[in-house]
């Protein structure tokens, strides 16, 4: 595409790559590329799933809410957290936004009653909704904005010989671009993602009409700085996103301040992000890892294990955020005070 028509912006040549990284392969778990929270403990969909009864329960336990989950992976947190849901009381019709045909059919697997969309637009519109994503928007394309002596540019994506190399391109408007970053050094990059805050709007105006909540868990900062964070993973490494594009798994750090100023402008309230690992102490992950293990004591050590891995600080427990949204006239989710 690139040597017949020309430079692509690094958003197009991200969402090209995931396209193909997705529909082509389980990336999932060991064997894979990579592990996600729910693939390490069903301590983590559970919790997630109590939430989200909780805060229907709070709301009133109001008729014909839905699961919603965006990038469900392998269906894993999504039957954890079901599970959990029925012992709260709740039932919930159950709908997955999943472009990649390899993971519907593991979904299908796990959630057989699941219906699928390509996106937002096709989920039924009334009722309210409980909606999770984990690790879904950091799979989502992110543009890249590069300062230059001219001013600031677009980030394409070019050929050198067979090699995809990133290049200037055209010039964005200012307004693009947040006041104190105007001047910034020559090759101060920015990264921005629309295509997240088009999920978080959509997200929002459904609350809006019909009520519910979200949970949306992800790597990333919670306030919007400049710098380069697009990654490239492969076998549970680091590897170089403009080699192989469709490979390797393309992910940047999801942007938590532009996520949260799109929500409140659409008129839900936004609690956090806060640290995954403070979030998962404040529903009870220390209760639910002692019961398991009580249960089971040939587990204990890996039930601690998964739960150290989830919590602590110096693994997933820091850089690992979590933010929750709620419809106005609704409560607030839990374990964010
Ligand atoms: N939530 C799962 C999987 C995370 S991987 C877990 O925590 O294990 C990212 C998921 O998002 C995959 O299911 C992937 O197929 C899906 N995905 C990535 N880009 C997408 C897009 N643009 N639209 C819909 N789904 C997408």
Redesign the pocket.
């Known amino acids: 595409m690139i040597a017949s028509h020309g430079p692509i912006p690094v958003s197009d040549y991200m969402?090209l790559a995931?396209?193909h990284y997705?529909?082509a392969r389980d990336?999932?778990g060991a064997a894979g590329d990579?592990t996600?929270?729910?693939?390490i403990s069903q301590m983590f969909g559970e919790l997630v799933g109590l939430a989200l009864a909780d805060l229907w329960d709070r709301a009133g336990r109001p008729e014909g809410a839905r699961y919603v989950?965006?990038?469900?992976?392998?269906g894993?947190?999504a039957a954890d957290a079901l599970r959990a849901m029925r012992a709260a009381g709740l039932e919930p019709e159950v709908h997955f936004?999943?472009?990649?045909p390899i993971?519907r059919a593991a979904q299908a697997e796990r959630v057989p009653n699941a219906r699928w969309h390509?996106?937002l637009h096709t989920l039924p519109e009334d009722g309210p909704i409980l909606a999770v994503?984990?690790?879904?928007f950091?799979?989502?394309?992110v543009r890249q904005l590069i300062a230059t002596g001219t001013g600031w540019r677009e980030r394409l994506v070019t050929l050198d010989g067979d090699r995809f190399v990133p290049a200037a391109g055209p010039p964005v408007p200012a307004a693009a671009i947040p006041d104190p970053l105007r001047a910034a050094q020559p090759g101060t990059l920015l990264e921005t993602s629309p295509?997240s805050l088009a999920y978080v709007r959509l997200l929002a105006r459904r609350m809006n009409r019909h009520g519910g909540g979200a949970l949306i868990v992800d790597y990333g900062h919670d306030r919007a700085s400049a710098g380069e964070t697009l990654q490239a993973v492969r076998m549970h490494d680091y590897a170089n996103p403009w080699i192989e594009p469709g490979e390797s798994?393309l992910s940047a750090h999801v942007d938590f301040e532009s996520l949260a100023r799109a929500a409140a402008e659409a008129d839900v309230r936004v609690q956090g992000p806060v640290a995954q690992g403070d979030w998962l102490a404040r529903l009870g992950i220390d209760a639910r890892a002692e019961a398991l293990a009580g249960s089971a004591p040939h587990r204990r050590d890996e039930v601690r294990t998964a739960r150290d891995r989830l919590v602590s600080p110096e693994q997933m427990g820091r850089l690992f955020r979590v933010m929750g949204l709620s419809a106005p006239g609704w409560p607030a989710p839990e374990g964010f005070a």
């Open positions: 969402a995931n396209a997705y529909a990336p999932l990579f996600t929270a729910p693939e989950e965006l990038g469900p992976g392998r894993t947190l936004v999943e472009t990649s993971l390509e996106d994503a984990n690790e879904f950091d799979a989502l394309p295509a798994d």
